[in-house]
C-alpha cells in the first residue's frame, strides 16, 4: 500500500524566513504532486514533478524531487504572509503509467507571521 | 475556458439517505476522478473515470458508486448516509500531454450528514 507522509504536519514561520516540507512515499513513483488549499476551498496545483532530480520554481516557492530516495521537498524562501495555507505533496497510486489516482498526505498547515 | 464545475456547493443530508453529487470536467478531458476530503486530512480517492469506464477504485463501501456519461460530466452517488460521510467532495478532471495526468480540482461539494 503506497503510504506519502509529510513533515511537519504544522508549521508557524516568520515572515523572511526559510523553510523546508518534506514529503516521503513508500513506493516507486514517477510522478509528484504539490498543491496548496486555503480554508475552505478547493486545491490549486503548483507543481508537477516528472522524474528524478527534477526541481521547478515559482516564486517564493521551490520543489524538488528524488525518486531514489523516495522524497520530494518544498522549499520557502523569504515567507510571506500570502503563502499562509495548507500544502499537499500527492503521489500517483500506479509507477511508469499514471491512471490519475492521487495518493495524498496529511498536509503540512503553514502560518506565517509577521 | 471555464474550470471544473461541481453542484451543488453545499448539502445537507440526514442519515440513511441518499445524496448524488455532480461534476463537469474542463472542456476536453476524459478523465474524472473523485476525492473525499475530511476536515482536517488530506482528499482520499474515492473513484476514477476514464472514457465512460472504470479505472480505479479506491477503499470506499459499496454504498459508494459513480459513473460518467458521453459528454464526460460525472456523477457521484452515496447510499445509506452516515455521519462519517460529512466530508467536502472533491472532482478533478485530466488529460494526457506532457504534464502527465496533472489533476484540475473543482471548487468541491461540501456535504453535511446530520
Known amino acids: 500500500e503506497l503510504k506519502v507522509e509529510q513533515n511537519p504536519l504544522f508549521l508557524s514561520m516568520q515572515e523572511g524566513k526559510n523553510y523546508t516540507i518534506y514529503c516521503n512515499y513508500s513506493t516507486t513513483s514517477d510522478r509528484l504532486y504539490w498543491y496548496r488549499q486555503d480554508p475552505g476551498k478547493s486545491l490549486e496545483s503548483l507543481f508537477v514533478l516528472l522524474s528524478n532530480g527534477a526541481v521547478k520554481q515559482e516564486g517564493r516557492l521551490m520543489a524538488s524531487l528524488d525518486t531514489k530516495a523516495r522524497l520530494s521537498t518544498l522549499h520557502i524562501t523569504a515567507a510571506v504572509h500570502d503563502l499562509s495555507a495548507t500544502y499537499f505533496c500527492a503521489v500517483d497510486l500506479y509507477y511508469g503509467g499514471s491512471q490519475g489516482n492521487l495518493i495524498f498526505g496529511k498536509g503540512t498547515k503553514l502560518s506565517v507571521k509577521p | 475556458d471555464a474550470g471544473v464545475t461541481q453542484s451543488p456547493t453545499h448539502l445537507i443530508k440526514t442519515r440513511g439517505q441518499q445524496v448524488t453529487l455532480r461534476c463537469s470536467p474542463i472542456s476536453g478531458h476524459k478523465s474524472v476522478s473523485w476525492y473525499q476530503q475530511v476536515l482536517g486530512q488530506g482528499p482520499q480517492f474515492i473513484f476514477q473515470y476514464y472514457e465512460k469506464e472504470e479505472r480505479g477504485r479506491g477503499n470506499f463501501p459499496d454504498r459508494f458508486s459513480a459513473r460518467q456519461f458521453p459528454n464526460y460530466s460525472s456523477e457521484l452517488n452515496v447510499n445509506a448516509l452516515l455521519l462519517g460521510d460529512s466530508a467536502l467532495y472533491l472532482c478533478?478532471?485530466?488529460?494526457?500531454?506532457?504534464?502527465?495526468?496533472?489533476?484540475?480540482f473543482g471548487p468541491g461539494t461540501r456535504l453535511t450528514v446530520t
Open positions: 478533478a478532471s485530466s488529460s494526457p500531454g506532457a504534464r502527465g495526468y496533472e489533476q484540475y
